[in-house]
């Protein structure tokens, strides 16, 4: 039997979400019971603007497509905080996503989040409850950061993510990168969602 795919999807201006994405991954593959395809979402701005952003170059990871989002069997989606909520960029691709709604193709499959917010966990649980009604309207499974093996952060340190899912702390500058605690954490739930994603194509 096939093992079932999981699609990695990413926005990342900074690339504190693109480094989150990478253990994401590690802990789909440690699980050795999915098999990862790793995309990231299509860019609205301009070349110009993301220079006057200073927003360094895209990474070399391949563009999803609407047709392709449906050969997917689960998703972890992964995106900076705007004001609350998915960036634009995220939006208007599922604004794009009609024809798979029409058909259910994304019906039954269990998707997660990741995200980097610029402050300790501002915007990120709202977010979430923002992102929320994309995965209800096509019929997915959502599914939280249910691993705790990344342990407790505490309140010593400035940590991302929530049992919402892995995340970062950017800082209003962009300077600050993942921490330890912060791969740790998407590691382990990209891995608590291969056992999902296994257990719901089973």
């Not at 995309?39 to 047709?67: C, G, H, N, R, W």
């Not at 610029?118 to 979430?128: D, F, N, V």
């Not at 691993?147 to 970062?168: L, R």
């Amino acid at each position: 039997m096939a093992r079932p795919k999981v699609f990695v999807v990413f926005y990342s201006t900074y690339g504190h979400v693109h480094t989150i994405s990478k253990s994401i991954k590690e802990g789909l593959e440690k699980s050795a019971q999915v098999d990862v395809e790793v995309y990231q979402f299509p860019e609205t701005l301009s070349e110009s603007v993301l220079q006057s952003m200073y927003a360094p170059p895209k990474p070399d990871i391949p563009v999803i497509t609407v047709d392709k989002l449906a050969e997917a069997d689960g998703f972890l989606f992964g995106f900076p905080t705007r004001f609350g909520s998915a960036p634009a960029q995220v939006k208007a691709f599922f604004d794009s996503t009609g024809s798979l709604w029409v058909k259910g193709a994304l019906s039954g499959k269990p998707a997660g989040m990741f995200f980097s917010t610029a402050s300790q966990h501002g915007g990120q649980e709202t977010t979430a409850f923002s992102f929320l009604p994309v995965l209800a309207h096509h019929g997915m499974v959502f599914v939280p950061a249910l691993s705790t093996s990344a342990g407790n952060p505490g309140v010593d340190q400035v940590a991302g993510g929530s049992p919402w899912g892995a995340g970062t702390v950017a800082g209003s500058d962009g300077a600050r990168r993942p921490t330890e605690y912060d791969l740790a954490a998407a590691v382990a739930q990209g891995e608590s969602f291969a056992n999902i994603a296994a257990k719901l194509s089973a």
